[in-house]
């Protein structure tokens, strides 16, 4: 199984900074890397997938990039809302696969 | 809009089994995968499965064969897991996510169902 390394564990950050969130595969994955964000009480949001696109939904200060075997997410201009747990997923082959998460914690 | 409503938390006995559900509404069941993905306390997601409600048809990961067994009611779309054998390892959430044909990225999920496996 494609084994995903996110980094880092925990992250703190103030409304309205950027921050980076990494994502490392064990082998290529081409393009197919899905982000998730995870909030108690919430039902799991798809944010991106294929990498760099968005979900239907998704705000346009959320974006991916990244191919082979690192990926980023990256939120700009941060805000409320978007603290919480957030996990990538590779969706390249069987079965898939996901990282341990990463916590933005409000700063 | 698309919902996925799963059944409420599980207190069960080790060595028993247990079936959640997940209805679904807001899409034609039928023709959309419906994935199964277990998250144990404290840590990260595993994908159990899935079944493709139209015709029945699963594909488990390796690691759950034995263990999960996904069926579907077309009559009332709503696709169930059960467990069995369970020990307190299986004590953990189950979401049920809806797929797209052809895609293993998860659009859509349910609220969770909590199973706690104890004596």
């Known amino acids: 199984d494609v084994q995903m390394t996110q980094s880092p564990s925990n992250l703190a950050a103030s409304p309205g900074e950027s921050v980076s969130i990494n994502c490392k595969a064990s082998?290529?994955?081409?393009?197919?890397l899905a982000w998730y964000q995870q909030k108690p009480g919430k039902a799991n949001k798809l944010l991106i997938y294929?990498?760099?696109t968005l979900q239907s939904g998704t705000p346009s200060r959320f974006s991916g990039s990244g191919s082979g075997t690192d990926f980023t997410l990256t939120i700009r201009n941060l805000e409320p809302e978007d603290f919480g747990l957030y996990y990538c997923?590779?969706?390249?082959?069987?079965?898939?696969?996901f990282g341990a998460g990463t916590k933005l914690e409000l700063k | 809009q698309v919902q996925l409503q799963q059944s409420g938390t599980e207190l069960v006995k080790p060595a028993s089994s247990v079936k959640i559900s997940c209805k679904a509404s807001?899409?034609?069941?039928?023709?959309?995968?419906m994935h199964w993905i277990r998250q144990q306390p404290g840590n990260g997601l595993e994908w159990i499965g899935w079944?493709?409600?139209?015709?029945?048809?699963?594909k488990y990961n390796q690691k759950f064969d034995g263990k999960a067994t996904l069926t579907a009611d077309k009559s009332s779309s709503t696709a169930y897991m059960q467990l069995s054998s369970l020990t307190s390892e299986d004590s953990a959430v189950y979401f049920c996510?809806?797929?797209?044909?052809?895609?293993?990225?998860?659009?859509?999920w349910g609220q969770g169902t909590l199973v706690t496996v104890s004596s």
């Open positions: 996510a809806r797929g797209y044909p052809g895609t293993y990225w998860f659009a859509y």
């Open positions: 807001g899409y034609t069941f039928t023709s959309n995968y």
């Open positions: 079944i493709y409600p139209g015709n029945g048809n699963t």
């Open positions: 082998k290529s994955i081409s393009k197919y």
């Open positions: 294929s990498g760099s």
């Open positions: 997923q590779q969706h390249n082959e069987y079965p898939p696969t």
